[in-house]
């Protein structure tokens, strides 16, 4: 753990250089921003919720930590191997020819069909090609070989996604890993209140969420609910026992903290996760 965590800093805070044609100039770089921050002080994931939109954001330092862990061995192989490969050749091209030759490897020695992909072949994912909750882009194509299934990671450190990524770090991916790199669409906000404990799920990164528990007449999908200021509305605490419901069941109330408040049982503080 202590490797891929300092890997992984090193990767959010690594000079992917600039270009003339890159926004960069006005809007900043990933890698600039992230110099001198506290990353394990941040929380994993931030939700922000107005009375017009719901945002939540996963921490990347934090999701890659759960999520994967650094091989260093495989690592210096893949770089050993790509320094001898043509110049022009850049990281995602030769990332995606190692990844192929390692596989093809495995698939001529092993008789199992259960690899990553279409038709088997590594597959390369982008995260910005689809929904995503991730703090920074990630790119990373995907292989199996004999001892597993592995990554080589690369995080997005500039502005203009179309370029500015760090050069790939291999890492290894368990079905056990909760959450999974796979799961940068997930997202859970659930209600603090241990007599609710009320949950929803969104797997779009937080456009729709769907109520997960025992229906009730006050149960729907999170953004359908009525979102209100305790300027506009006193949120009022009551016990969950008997039949009595607080005036604020049924609306999200934003308090003076900026803080969600359950609408099923209008007491329990709303906090996102994985």
Known sequence: MDSTKRVVKAML???TGSHFLDSGFAYGRNWTRNQGRKFETEPATVLEITEGEISVTH?????LLESVTYNPKLTKRFS?????QPANKGWLDLAKVWAERQWNKYYNDSESDGHPGIGGQPAVVNTYNSDDALSQTIQYVLYEDAYGQHILLQIHGGCDVR???TRPRVFDVSEDDYPSIF?????????LNMNC???WYSDDAGYSFHFQGNYSEDSKCFEQ???VSTEDFELISSSMNGND???SAGKVVIDEHGKPHCPICGIGEIVAGY
């Open 13 to 15: 805070c690594e000079n």
């Open 59 to 63: 921490n990347l330092y934090h999701f």
């Open 80 to 84: 050993d191997w790509a320094r001898r």
């Open 163 to 165: 370029g500015g990524y």
């Open 183 to 191: 799961d940068n669409a997930k997202v859970g906000l659930i209600c």
């Open 197 to 199: 404990q009320s949950l």
């Open 225 to 227: 609910y009525e979102r």
């Open 245 to 247: 419901k607080p005036l």
